[in-house]
Nanobody
Framework: QVQLAESGGGSVQAGGSLRLSCSAS????????MGWFRQAPGKEREGVAA????????YYGGFVRGRFTISRDISKNTVYLHMNSLKPDDTAMYYC????????????????????WGQGTQVTVSS
């Protein structure tokens, strides 16, 4: 059974940083595309970042603009999202997601694509 457990969310001021973690179990994380999506109240879910099974390729939503970095530690079955220069617009529930195999075209752009989701971790950025 696929399980994804997010942690690391919290409240920060604008300009601050957070590191989100997604601990995976119940499947071969090293063979799976993994990523982060977010959803703010009243808005549609959107893709934030994704990383290929081997960690060699990363993908980002256009709004990231160099502020976020996704990485994975295969030995720990964990994916991280390092977020810098946070803005109030980054306030949202952040969800970890995964699918077996490579990150296919459009996986990050289509929030309906992933089959497996975590419960989410809240990020709140104050001005």
């Amino acid at each position: 059974q696929v399980q994804l457990a997010e942690s690391g969310g919290g409240s920060v001021q604008a300009g601050g940083s957070l590191r989100l973690s997604c601990s995976a179990s119940g499947f071969t994380a090293s063979g799976s595309c993994m990523g982060w999506f977010r959803q703010a109240p009243g808005k549609e879910r959107e893709g934030v970042a994704a990383i290929s099974p081997g960690g060699t390729m990363t993908y980002y939503g256009g709004f990231v603009r160099g502020r976020f970095t996704i990485s994975r530690d295969i030995s720990k079955n964990t994916v991280y999202l390092h977020m810098n220069s946070l803005k109030p617009d980054d306030t949202a529930m952040y969800y970890c997601a995964t699918d077996p195999g490579p990150c296919g075209g459009g996986w990050l752009e289509n929030p309906l694509s992933p089959l497996n989701w975590g419960q989410g971790t809240q990020v709140t950025v104050s001005s």
